[in-house]
């Protein structure tokens, strides 16, 4: 943009120049030639006004001697024929001169100044040749000057216009950078307004803007983790019911299962509170975050009689995503199986590590499959369930810089492939 400015001021100015500078062009060349003209007139003029007066040749050319200049040449031609100065050929003009007509006429690139003058032996002839270097004389210098100036004057303003695009554009490259900072998670990035007032009017507005996305972004994680901390009271009579089961086996495992959800609610609360500006760049090992939860949820799938298949690539394989949000888009995968296909519906959960960096997670089952990619948006569902689990799935691969496929198997049901990026090293 600031070349583009300096450009159209550059173009601004060259219109204005061409427009003064065409005309003092064609002033100069009219100025030059009518110079020329006015001398070789007066030369003319002056020598026919000796001549009429002199009587002897010798006189004569005396007076042209007088006049002969480097450039501008007179010539006499007497009444007798005798021509005193340079050869003076036959023209229309040297006619019309004998003719007792004073004329200037064209010869050439030169202007002949022929004028008759009344002597007491007769009609006599001054003939002044203009050649056409005398009347070009000056006009190159002219030229040289004015095509100086004009380029002195392209140059000069485009400097100016360059060095006020960038006083202008500078503020609006420090909103530009506020504002990547800000769609990057710094809520805490700043502008300080300089420049124009209508760009300290927008960063003026971009802080206010920050600021409130700043308390509105404080709110909602202080909301999540009130919400979170008030699940701690069911989670709590949970127990307790659980470790009053009579078969000490179910109240072991139902002990367990509440254990993993106030972990799970005690997570989340941290997350919550943990302050988003400054925060490292999320990373976990995919490879022990699948394992767990695949641990997790086998059980369940043993009981409603579901063969799994596991396929999980040894770790460490980092990954650009925070453990417990992996751990709940892996429980949303898991949990989407069970909960919405036939009980005995096998299905299998493949991890492999990505040529690129990061893992490609794949979890894949024989059930009726998925409607389409359009499950993908939050709050999309077709089972009557909240829709947020695949949304979950997607956001946290493409926060990692990954992304969701869905596909079917070869059995008819759904293939659901989350690829996610590398941790950042």
Not at 277 to 304: K, N, Q
Not at 314 to 341: I, M, R
Not at 371 to 385: F, T, Y
Not at 389 to 416: C, H, K
Request: a neutral charge.
């Amino acid at each position: 943009m600031r070349r583009r400015f300096a450009l159209t001021v550059l173009a601004t100015t060259s219109i204005v120049v061409a427009a003064f500078l065409i005309p003092l062009v064609v002033l100069v060349r009219e100025i030059a030639v009518d110079r020329a003209m006015a001398e070789g007139t007066a030369d003319a003029r002056n020598v026919a006004a000796l001549i009429g007066v002199l009587r002897d040749p010798e006189s004569v050319r005396l007076v042209v001697a007088g006049y002969d200049r480097d450039l501008i040449t007179t010539t006499v031609r007497l009444p007798d024929g005798t021509v005193v100065g340079p050869p003076l050929p036959s023209s229309a003009g040297l006619a019309a001169a004998l003719e007792g007509r004073a004329v200037t006429t064209t010869v050439g690139a030169d202007q002949e100044i022929v004028v008759p003058v009344e002597t007491p032996a007769g009609r006599a002839v001054v003939r002044t040749v203009v050649p056409g270097e005398a009347l070009r004389r000056g006009v190159t210098q002219a030229y040289v000057v004015l095509g100086a100036l004009a380029v002195g004057l392209l140059v000069v303003a485009f400097v100016v216009a360059d060095r006020f695009a960038k006083w202008v554009l500078r503020p609006v490259g420090a909103l530009a950078t506020v504002a990547r900072h800000l769609g990057q998670g710094d809520l805490g990035a700043r502008v300080g307004p300089v420049g124009p007032a209508e760009l300290v009017e927008v960063g003026t507005a971009l802080n206010l803007l920050a600021d409130r996305i700043g308390g509105l972004v404080a709110r909602e994680r202080e909301s999540v983790a009130d919400l979170s901390h008030r699940l701690r009271t069911p989670l709590t009579a949970l127990r307790l019911e659980a470790h009053g089961l009579a078969d000490p086996g179910e109240s072991a495992r139902m002990v367990a299962l509440v254990r993993t959800l106030e972990r799970t609610a005690t997570q989340i609360i941290a997350e919550a509170r943990r302050p988003a500006d400054g925060a490292a760049p999320p990373r976990c090992d995919a490879a022990a975050v699948v394992a767990d939860r695949v641990r997790f949820w086998a059980p369940l799938a043993e009981d409603l009689g579901r063969r799994m298949e596991l396929r999980l690539a040894a770790g460490p394989l980092p990954v650009a995503a925070a453990g417990t949000a992996l751990a709940a888009a892996v429980d949303a995968l898991l949990e989407n199986v069970l909960a919405h296909t036939p009980d005995g519906t096998p299905f299998a959960v493949t991890l492999l590590p990505r040529p690129a960096g990061g893992a490609c997670l794949r979890v894949a089952d024989a059930g009726p499959g998925l409607s389409g990619p359009e499950v993908l948006a939050r709050g999309a569902s077709a089972a009557g369930s909240t829709g947020l689990g695949l949304d979950i799935v997607r956001r946290v691969a493409e926060s990692s810089g990954g992304g969701v496929r869905l596909t079917r198997s070869a059995a008819g049901g759904a293939v659901i492939e989350v690829e996610l990026g590398p941790a950042a090293r």
